[in-house]
């Protein structure tokens, strides 16, 4: 079977691509699987792929490349159309609402055509549209399958399989080293700000324990201004990008996740996956998607003295050992269920019974 997996860009270091090649390195073992990313803004994808799934792109945005046409959104919506409209594979999975529409409105209809989400859509009209044009979306999470069903009032079935881990097996944490990690863009819906300030209470009681940051973003001028503010260069500090974050996890005892909303939840189940207990705070659409309070890691209420709870959360699980280990095994457990050889059985499954239907 030919499966083509349309992403905006394949060479970005965003947890939706992380899932994406994870999950076409699996299938890749059975299928013929090709990444076609819209754009192609550097040499190599940042997460390494697979050598058995092909890559390939509508635009080259890398430095130096001569154009034809010139650059702009109409450049590309129309080679993104042309391609589509010539594409041969048996199955087209879109990543981005955006690019759902442009399925539903350009790709061959025998094809099967199916939208993974993540998040809401930012303009709801042309999702109610187009959308039922497809043959099924696909969330990660039952808050969003649940959401996208009444966006698009059941004219289309939404079916709940959640992202790829990496093939295993999976580095695990030895839980000896006094290191808290977090992982992730370093953007302001990520909040780093209040695990920083969070963990100014835990360095004053703990000096001996210290945060690593990994990540890049607009966020790391002001981050870093805030740790020389807090006097934190002892105990902060900024590792730069990985493509190995499972890898980097297996080195901390604690990951710790602030983010406001988590409606993609690579970093946490890769932090499960290498034996690592999370504290997160349990915000809506957040962390408490994945993590089971008490038993894969630790939900902190947010709202007034959010900050202090959570520095309270984090020194609990730094003085109490037996805890953190029984969590991490919890944690390893609910991992599980996200390893790429189970995931893609169900992908395949789903497009059977799409192909059925078609």
């Given at each position: 079977?030919r499966?083509?997996?349309?992403?905006?860009?394949?060479?970005?270091?965003?947890?939706?691509?992380?899932?994406v090649?994870?999950?076409?390195?699996?299938?890749?073992e059975?299928?013929?699987?090709?990444?076609?990313?819209?754009?192609?803004?550097?040499?190599?994808?940042?997460?390494?792929?697979?050598?058995?799934?092909?890559m390939?792109?509508?635009?080259d945005?890398?430095p130096?490349?001569?154009?034809?046409?010139?650059?702009?959104?109409m450049r590309?919506?129309?080679?993104?159309?042309?391609?589509?409209?010539?594409?041969?594979?048996?199955?087209?999975?879109t990543?981005?609402?955006?690019?759902?529409?442009q399925?539903?409105?350009?790709?061959?209809?025998?094809?099967?055509?199916?939208?993974?989400?993540?998040?809401?859509?930012?303009?709801?009209?042309?999702?109610?549209?187009?959308?039922?044009?497809?043959?099924?979306?696909?969330?990660?999470?039952?808050?969003?399958?649940?959401?996208?069903?009444?966006?698009?009032?059941?004219?289309v079935?939404?079916?709940?399989?959640?992202?790829?881990?990496?093939?295993?097996?999976w580095?695990?944490?030895?839980m000896?080293?006094?290191?808290?990690a977090?992982?992730?863009?370093?953007?302001?819906?990520?909040?780093?700000?209040?695990?920083?300030?969070?963990?100014?209470?835990?360095?004053?009681?703990?000096?001996?324990?210290?945060?690593?940051?990994?990540?890049?973003?607009?966020?790391e001028?002001?981050?870093?201004?805030l740790?020389?503010?807090?006097d934190?260069?002892?105990?902060?500090?900024?590792?730069?990008?990985?493509?190995?974050?499972?890898?980097?996890?297996?080195?901390?005892s604690?990951?710790?996740?602030?983010?406001?909303?988590?409606?993609?939840g690579?970093?946490?189940?890769e932090?499960?996956?290498?034996?690592?207990?999370v504290?997160a705070?349990?915000s809506?659409?957040?962390?408490g998607?994945?993590?089971?309070h008490g038993?894969s890691?630790?939900?902190?209420?947010?709202?007034?003295?959010?900050?202090?709870?959570y520095?309270?959360?984090?020194?609990?699980?730094?003085?109490?050992?037996?805890?953190?280990?029984?969590l991490?095994?919890g944690?390893?457990?609910?991992?599980?269920?996200?390893?790429?050889?189970?995931?893609?059985?169900r992908?395949?499954k789903?497009?059977?019974?799409?192909?059925?239907g078609a």
């Open positions: 079977m499966i083509c997996l349309l992403v905006p860009s394949a060479y970005g270091m965003r947890g939706d691509v992380r899932s090649v994870n999950l076409a390195g699996e299938l890749a059975r299928h013929d699987v090709e990444i076609l990313s819209v754009r192609r803004h550097r040499e190599k994808p940042f997460f390494p792929v697979v050598p058995g799934v092909r390939s792109w509508v635009i945005a890398r130096g490349v001569r154009h034809l046409l010139p650059r702009g959104q590309t919506e129309v080679a993104l159309w042309r391609r589509l409209r010539t594409l041969k594979a048996d199955v087209l999975v990543t981005r609402p955006g690019l759902g529409v399925a539903a409105r350009h790709a061959p209809r025998e094809m099967v055509r199916l939208a993974r989400e993540w998040g809401r859509p930012p303009v709801p009209g042309p999702i109610r549209k187009f959308y039922p044009r497809l043959d099924g979306v696909v969330t990660a999470t039952e808050a969003s399958r649940e959401e996208w069903d009444r966006l698009l009032e059941e004219k079935p939404v079916t709940l399989i959640p992202d790829a881990l990496p093939g295993g097996p580095p695990r944490s030895r000896d080293n006094r290191i808290v977090a992982g992730g863009r370093l953007i302001p819906v990520k909040s780093h700000d209040r695990l920083i300030r969070a963990f100014a209470v835990v360095a004053d009681k703990r000096p001996d324990w210290r945060l690593r940051l990994y990540g890049a973003g607009p966020e001028k002001r981050l870093r201004a740790v020389g503010s807090l934190l260069h002892n105990h902060v500090y900024f590792m730069g990008t990985t493509s190995d974050l499972t890898g980097e996890f297996a080195k901390a604690i990951v710790a996740t602030t983010s406001r909303t988590e409606a993609l690579m970093t946490v189940i932090a499960m996956s290498s034996g690592v207990p504290i705070f349990d809506p659409r957040g962390p998607e994945f993590v089971t038993r890691g630790v939900l902190v209420p947010e709202g007034d003295g959010e900050i202090e709870a520095a309270s959360a984090l020194l609990a699980l730094i003085d109490d050992e037996r805890r953190r280990r029984a991490a095994a944690a390893l457990g609910a991992a599980a269920a996200y390893g790429a050889p189970s995931v893609a059985v992908w395949e789903l497009i059977a019974s799409a192909s059925r």
